[in-house]
């Protein structure tokens, strides 16, 4: 039956908080009351007084319905306030109410449409609050119109929970059950309820904290502020996802819980510590740096931070090469840099050379045309190292990167490098050979800062010997850290979070009396057409939010890590069948001159997996094993399930044996542990026996029996 009449739910239906939690409005009730000197207790205190007080006005209610006079009637009797400190207290709940309202854009759009139609709508609440104020939260927001009615269970002394208030409007308009649509999100008062007294029911559950809000709002490690707005924030751009196509909503929501409040922290760090430092220039580097540029320009802009963020294009191959001086051992380290297919072209191409031009050398050194396109052998690949120290090879190689870096170095000045301006450079990570090669190209063309170049990055897998005075400091992961972050710093997911609009910086182009960096191509369009302006627009709608609701002081550093972990722990390792799919399908590079893609978690068959069993190496390092998982034939599952294990538990071995070595045995049987846990097989592994059988006879030497 088509409806007739349209009821709604009011708070988490059309109307929700900043707040994770209804009552985590309290807390912040009670910083206000002490600043207007009502009460001189803490706010945790006080907000464990408000819950309670609402206890005992209930159960001295005949109806168990309250109104807000009296519970604050309870309140006064408890803190000996004036009947005017009673009316201020109540003020400033109801106006810290209002101020944390924001119209649920779902809920909104349908009561628009309603209202269109001529429409009249009831809103039915469960609540303490007078439906005058209700009705004037509906205002601030648009949603109320001239016709709609409001009944509140604390004033009607009827309410949802007993189906008394349905019955109530049902019986007043005259209206019957199975003409009236009502929209909610209380699982038991609103859906359970309403449809056994037979109301067509429109579940409306989008409000409720998904998992990753949950994770944030739970953690008691955090102020409760600090997690509270976080969280609300994330479920509030959640919400304001207009993707109709379920694709597109999986990359915003995700950006919204997961990427946005990881980046959210790196980003301010790197400002706050830049500002400590007195820097007063960043270059956010291409193509991580983009995302992480457009965040510090939101959070520049609304915390006031006066540095000047600019977004340099750049890359290993724009960086690496201009920085050529000889073949020595630093340059043999990138250009010799051995992805899984590796052939005399792609080293060629590393150089921006073509195997042709050195076809007579290449030759020499048993490298003969047949063989430029071919994956090399282990020995062809040290035979190949051997023939880049001929020297008509390198006087080749030295030449061409001299007229590069001329034009590198005129982009650099372009952007400002050199004109006295203090500078950082801010990238992903893993492991700096990128700023040496940059650094390098500075000091030839002596814009080398006196005190070095610092760099900003999210993660160091490895801190490589940096050039001169450089400094490389990392946010989430410490290079020598033992530790499980490492296992979240996952490079290939990181990077596919912070993907740009553009393909990578090849090298640099006079153009006029400026400088252009020249592309791999203007647009990135495999990830355009997987959906990188989503998941961006996602991360600034966050952003956005997030600067309004916290400021710069409250945000430390030790939190945003805690919440790092936890969201990327859950992402990672336990992602869901929709973020699988999706994410595992976005297009990834693992070579320098990306000349292939794959999707970062492939979808195996059974013949995979079969594979898989007889071939260790089928199965790509870069692959996102517990996405592949969700994504694979139902039979291939247990065979990736052991792969996975085996990864986890080598990862965990590896951790043991490192903190035996720096004699914290505590931390190494810890990781021991969870080795085994994760693969018992590992037991087998000499490295492992040696190490914890070291670590029994220390224990048992160490005893004092």
């Known amino acids: 039956m088509n409806p007739t009449a349209y009821s709604f739910d009011v708070f988490d239906t059309a109307l929700t908080r900043i707040w994770a939690k209804p009552t985590d409005l309290f807390w912040e009730l009670g910083d206000r009351l002490q600043q207007e000197n009502l009460i001189t207790i803490s706010s945790d205190m006080w907000s464990q007084l408000r819950i309670e007080a609402e206890g005992k006005a209930r159960q001295a209610s005949t109806t168990n319905e309250v109104t807000l006079q009296e519970i604050y009637a309870q309140l006064a009797e408890s803190l000996n306030w004036t009947e005017i400190d009673k009316e201020k ?6 106006q810290l109410e209002r ?27 469960d609540m303490y609050l007078p439906s005058e104020a209700i009705r004037g939260f509906l205002e601030d927001h648009q949603i109320w119109a001239d016709g709609d009615v409001i009944y509140v269970s604390n004033e009607v002394g009827l309410h949802k929970v007993s189906g008394e208030l349905f019955q109530y409007y049902l019986t007043k308009y005259q209206i019957k059950a199975s003409q009236l649509l009502h929209t909610g999100d209380n699982l038991y008062s609103d859906i359970k309820v309403a449809k056994k007294l037979g109301i067509q029911v429109q579940p409306f559950v989008q409000t409720h904290l998904n998992r990753y809000e949950q994770i944030i709002a739970d953690n008691e490690q ?18 304001h996802c207009k993707e109709t196509e379920l694709h597109r909503q999986i990359i915003w929501n995700t950006g919204a819980n997961v990427i946005a409040p990881v980046f959210f922290g790196f980003v301010h760090w790197v400002l706050q510590e830049a500002k400590r430092q007195g820097i007063q220039r960043l270059y956010f580097m291409a193509r991580d740096g983009q995302i992480l540029w457009k965040i510090a320009q939101i959070i520049c802009r609304k915390w006031g931070y006066d540095i000047d963020c600019q977004y340099l294009y750049g890359s290993r191959q724009a960086f690496h090469f201009p920085s050529i001086q000889q073949i020595g051992e630093t340059e043999q380290e990138w250009l010799f840099d051995k ?41 062809e690949f040290t035979l190949l190292k051997a023939a880049f120290q001929d020297r008509e090879i390198i006087d080749l190689i030295v030449d061409l990167a001299a007229i590069y870096r001329e034009k590198a170095i005129g982009y650099f000045k372009q952007a400002g490098i050199g004109d006295g301006t203090s500078f950082a450079i801010v990238d992903s990570g893993w492991t700096g050979r990128s700023q040496r090669s940059f650094s390098k190209i500075l000091a030839i063309a002596n814009l080398y800062p006196p005190d070095g170049v610092p760099g900003f990055y999210f993660g160091l897998e490895r801190r490589i010997k940096p050039f001169s005075t450089d400094r490389l400091i990392p946010y989430f992961l410490e290079p020598d ?9 996952s490079s290939p997911i990181l990077e596919l979070f912070l993907a740009a609009d553009h393909g990578s910086t090849v090298r640099y182009e006079k153009q006029d009396d400026g400088y252009i960096p020249i592309l791999r191509s203007d647009k990135n369009e495999r990830g355009l057409k997987w959906g990188v302006l989503v998941q961006q627009q996602a991360i600034l709608d966050f952003t956005e939010r997030l600067t309004d609701h916290l400021q710069p002081e409250e945000c430390e550093v030790r939190y945003f890590h805690q919440v790092t972990e936890d969201l990327l722990k859950t992402f990672i390792h336990s992602p869901n069948q929709e973020e699988a799919k999706v994410f595992g399908s976005q297009p990834f590079s693992d070579q320098q001159l990306e000349n292939k893609f794959h999707d970062l978690a492939p979808a195996y068959s059974l013949v995979d997996g079969f594979k898989m069993i007889f071939d260790k190496h089928y199965v790509s390092n870069f692959v996102w094993l517990p996405a592949s998982i969700q994504r694979s034939a139902p039979l291939t599952r247990s065979v990736l399930g052991y792969i996975k294990g085996l990864r986890y538990s080598l990862n965990y071995a590896r951790c043991a044996r490192q903190a035996y070595l720096a004699g914290k045995e505590q931390q190494s049987w810890d990781f021991a542990k969870k080795a085994v846990q994760s693969c018992p097989a590992i037991l087998l592994s000499r490295s492992f026996m040696r190490t914890n059988i070291s670590l029994v006879m220390r224990s048992r030497l160490n005893s004092p029996n």
Not at 226 to 231: D, H, I, K, Y
């Open 89 to 94: 207290a109540m003020y400033n709940e109801i």
């Open 99 to 125: 101020a944390s309202l924001r119209p649920v854009p779902a809920t909104h759009l349908k009561i628009q449409e309603l209202h269109q139609e001529n429409q009249s709508l009831a809103y039915l609440s």
């Open 222 to 239: 955090l102020p409760l502020r600090f997690r509270s707005l976080l969280a609300g924030a994330s479920r509030l751009c959640r919400l």
């Open 339 to 379: 992805p899984p297919f590796f052939s005399v072209r792609l080293v060629c191409d590393r150089v921006n050379i073509q195997p042709e031009q050195i076809a007579d050398a290449l030759t020499r050194h048993g490298f003969p045309i047949e063989i430029w396109d071919k994956n090399l052998t282990e020995q």
């Open 481 to 489: 850290d033992i530790t499980e972050r490492r296992s979240l710093s």
